[in-house]
């Protein structure tokens, strides 16, 4: 018997008497068919999550091992859940599919030297993405600094996702302070004059001179 029903028995012996039984009852029950609520969106960046509810029921068995009425996901993957009813049978839900997209990992890519003389620049330019954010506050792929600091770049790829990248550290050197010392500024014909420029690494003189100092006649 596989079906629920009344169910007896004639019984019938060689001299062709018969008996028949009482009824006896039989109950079927319909396995459960478990539903899945799902609490938010099945596709998500890293470091999200979305809970999944299994319909009511005496016990719970996910394809994770979680052994809860709710379970909350992270990673991808397809996820259904076997429940026991109080009849105690058994039920699996349709599977479940979750989506979990890698953040993007910025780089930042310098057009030049990082260290440079005040006046100079360079221009710093991020990896692909939709969306740019620099910690400047510019928004454009790339950017031009002229001045000292840390710079990184938070980008938004195709996904939503974001990321964020490592610094990079600029150091713009402040150009030095150049005077020149004269020994005299007014003498006579055939005298001469000793100019001296304030100490440096390296001189060029508009005489085309490369020394501190310099003799003009």
């Known amino acids: ?13 060689a001299n062709g008497c018969t008996t028949e039984t009482s ?4 109950t079927v029950w319909d396995n459960p068919e478990p539903t899945i609520s799902i609490g938010g969106p099945t596709e998500f960046c890293d470091g999200d999550s979305v809970v999944l509810t299994a319909s009511n029921a005496s016990s719970w068995t996910w ?5 809860t009425q709710s379970i909350t996901v992270f990673t991808t993957g397809s996820y259904e859940v076997m429940v026991v009813d109080s009849n105690g049978c058994e039920g699996t839900s349709s599977p ?9 990992t910025p780089t930042i890519t310098a057009g030049g030297p990082t260290e440079f003389c ?7 330019t991020a990896s692909g993405a939709v969306e740019y954010l620099w910690s400047t506050g510019d928004t454009t792929m790339s950017i031009t600094v002229m001045a000292s600091g840390d710079y990184s770049v938070e980008v938004t790829d195709q996904n939503g996702c974001t990321g964020v990248s490592d610094d990079v550290t ?5 150009n030095p302070m150049v005077e020149i010392t004269a020994s005299d500024t007014v003498v006579c014909d055939g005298e001469t004059v000793t100019l001296t420029a304030t100490e440096a690494d390296a001189y060029l003189w508009s005489t085309g001179a490369d020394l501190q100092s310099i003799i003009v006649t």
């Open 63 to 67: 394809s994770t091992g979680e052994m």
């Open 23 to 26: 009824d006896i009852e039989v």
């Open 118 to 124: 005040d006046g100079d620049s360079v221009v710093l």
């Open 170 to 174: 600029i150091t713009v050197y402040d």
């Open 1 to 13: 018997v596989s079906t629920s029903g009344l169910f007896s028995v004639t019984g019938t012996n």
């Open 96 to 104: 479940v599919n979750v989506e979990v997209f890698t953040n993007p």
